[in-house]
Structure formats: structure tokens, C-alpha cells
């Protein structure tokens, strides 16, 4: 089962223009753990309430809000991406549904870290005292090193990705580069491990394509799919 999801998971690689053999990332090992009391990233809660006269109860997990940025490279026709490794992709696609909490180190011959490596439209968390378009703007330069003008961010929708157990609001952008605004190879800040990736229009098109298995979030599918309704 896990050869037929490690080959799903690196499917769109082959397809993306990437450095002959150039890894995304080299994990060595990895360990899970129980949620510290503060976390940086979010806050479980429970709602209670009563709705028609019975009492009910909800678990929340407070998140940041978040921006992503359809980006389309209209000098060579384009669409940029970006790939990385995503601890709750891969550890939701070893564990399951389960609860239990893994003791040991997890194996990486059996689970092979590549598993959690996703294809994402460029994104980022709202943590700046900034406008939405400022940050947007921001993450194509930190994560695809395109250095473009805010008004050139076209807004295309606010959405809530997550409407069972999380509260964060995302709202999608647009934005169409030319090459002579790539100032430098991206690949994120600080800690992260970031690698850019280009998909023509037919190879996004096979992306989204009925039956796919894909290794995204819902936001790289909605704006994927925005953009071929929309600018093909």
C-alpha cells in the first residue's frame, strides 16, 4: 500500500522542472510526541452550546489565518509551485485514523519520509502587521523569489478551508510573473526547506484531473482549478 502512496506523493516531481537529482529534503529521523500545554501554531478549545434546547459540545483548533498565491509565469507559461516535507501529511498517512501515540522512532525504510512531501501553491500564515496582500507579496518572494509589486496580487476569494474543527479563514491570490522579476532561487526563510517547482498547463491540468490521489491541501486544488476556469 505505501509504495502505491510514496509513488503517488512524488508523482508530480517527475513531471516538475527540478535539478537533475536534487532532493527537496533529507530527513533522518523522526519521533512524535504529545502537544506541549503553549503551542507557537495553535490553541484547542471546546464550544459549548444549545442549539434547539439541547446542549452540545465542540472541539476547536485555532489556527492563523492564511494567504496563498496561484503564480503563473506568463514568460514561459508556467505555473510555480513549491514542495516540502509536511510532518501531518506524512504521520496522517502512516497512522491513520488511529490515536495512539507512536512510542518509538518511526521507521523510515518501512515509512519512507517522502511520503509527506506535498506539492503546494505558494502560502503562508498571517503573523505580520501587515496587509493580506503585503504578506502574499512577501511569501512569493521568500518562497518562489519573484520580488513583484503588491498591486499586482489579484484577490480572488476568502474561503474557510477547514469548517469541522478549525476556524481560520484563507484568502487566494493571483498573480502573474515575467522571469525578469526572479531576483533569487526562493526556497523560503529561517528553518524552512522549500524547492520550487514549474508545471505547464497540461501537467496542471493532469494534476487535478478526476481520480487523482494528490498530496495537497484544499487551497493548491481550488486555486488550481480557479486558474484553469478562469485564465486558460
Known amino acids: 500500500m505505501f509504495k502505491s502512496i510514496l509513488a503517488q506523493a512524488l508523482r508530480c516531481s517527475s513531471n516538475a522542472q527540478l535539478p537533475h537529482g536534487q532532493q527537496v529534503t533529507n530527513v533522518t529521523k523522526v519521533w512524535v510526541a504529545p502537544l506541549p500545554e503553549v503551542s507557537k501554531w495553535i490553541v484547542p478549545i471546546q464550544m459549548h452550546y444549545i442549539e434547539n434546547g439541547k446542549l ?14 496561484v503564480l503563473y509565469n506568463i514568460s514561459r507559461q508556467k505555473l510555480i509551485f513549491v514542495r516540502q516535507f509536511r510532518p501531518a501529511v506524512y504521520h496522517g498517512l502512516i497512522m491513520g485514523n488511529t490515536r495512539n501515540l507512536h512510542k518509538e ?75 525578469e522579476e526572479k531576483v533569487s532561487d526562493g526556497g523560503g526563510i529561517d528553518n524552512e526547506v522549500i524547492q520550487v517547482v514549474e508545471l505547464s498547463i497540461d501537467e496542471a491540468r493532469n494534476f487535478v484531473k478526476e481520480g487523482s490521489s494528490i498530496n495537497s491541501g484544499p487551497t493548491t486544488i481550488a486555486g488550481t482549478l480557479w486558474f484553469l476556469a478562469n485564465k486558460i
Open 56 to 69: 452540545k459540545i465542540q472541539d476547536i483548533v485555532k489556527v492563523k489565518d492564511s494567504v496563498s498565491v
Open 105 to 179: 522512532d518511526i521507521d523510515l525504510i518501512r515509512f519512507p519520509y517522502e511520503l509527506g512531501i506535498t506539492l503546494e501553491s505558494c502560502a503562508g500564515v498571517v503573523d505580520k502587521d501587515k496587509s493580506l496582500a503585503e504578506i502574499a507579496k512577501d511569501e512569493v518572494f521568500e518562497e518562489c523569489g519573484y520580488n513583484v509589486p503588491v498591486d499586482k496580487l489579484e484577490h480572488v476569494f476568502e474561503y474557510r478551508p477547514s469548517v469541522g474543527a478549525s476556524s481560520s479563514a484563507h484568502n487566494l491570490y493571483y498573480c502573474e510573473v515575467c522571469d
